[in-house]
């Protein structure tokens, strides 16, 4: 008797199997084609490269319209402050657009904030502080502390949200990118013009 219990159960186990791989079969989705990037997409390098050169074509051609904006420039007496409005009106635009994302996904935006936080403050401290050791001039090491500090999360954010959607978490980690550093590269633009005085005495 068990012995025939043990066949029937067998055959119905095998009966299952069957049917689990003709469903199988039958809802097969076919593979997806691998996504191409767009000609945009495909050469931004060259798009990055062809600004750069008209950037310096401008400054070699129009240097009256250099000194104009220049002009604008943090630090330059400016009466409206053109680059910190700018920056500001960039985080007003981005919050907009992402603010649901941003408050439902809060842990991630922590976990994204906190490092590049400690990495900004780092970076900038370790190379203001190495020019001043090297005694290089003030108006080269208060740039170069930013630029050493910088992630370059502007041209992050159009790339990932290009690529893989606006709710993607590649677009999270590039806006929690911008919303983070415009504020604390800032305090470092504001900490390097408050401390002049150490490149004068060095």
Do not use: D
């Not at 996504?35 to 390098?45: G, M, P, S, V």
């Not at 401290?125 to 108006?139: C, D, I, Q, T």
């Not at 919303?179 to 305090?187: G, K, N, T, W």
């Amino acid at each position: 008797m068990w012995r025939a219990v043990l066949r029937a159960v067998s055959r119905f186990i095998s009966h299952l199997k069957r049917m689990n791989n003709q469903s199988t079969t039958a809802t097969a989705i076919p593979a997806a084609e691998p996504k191409r990037l767009a000609f945009f997409e495909r050469y931004l390098t060259v798009w990055v490269l062809v600004c750069m050169v008209v950037g310096v074509a401008f400054g070699k051609l129009l240097p009256g319209l250099t000194g104009t904006l220049s002009k604008l420039e943090f630090g330059q007496g400016s009466q409206v402050n053109v680059p910190i409005g700018v920056l500001l009106l960039t985080l007003v635009l981005i919050f907009a657009f992402q603010a649901e994302n941003l408050t439902l996904r809060w842990f991630a935006v922590l976990l994204i904030a906190v490092p590049i936080i400690i990495q900004v403050y780092f970076n900038s401290s370790l190379a203001y502080l190495l020019m001043r050791w090297f005694k290089v001039p003030h108006n080269v090491a208060s740039p170069g502390a930013l630029i050493g500090a910088s992630n370059f999360f502007e041209l992050a954010v159009a790339v990932a949200i290009t690529l893989f959607g606006a709710g993607s978490g590649a677009a999270l980690a590039t806006v929690v990118g911008v919303l983070v550093e415009v504020p604390v590269m800032l305090s470092v633009c504001s900490f390097c013009n408050r401390t002049r005085h150490w490149f004068a005495k060095a």
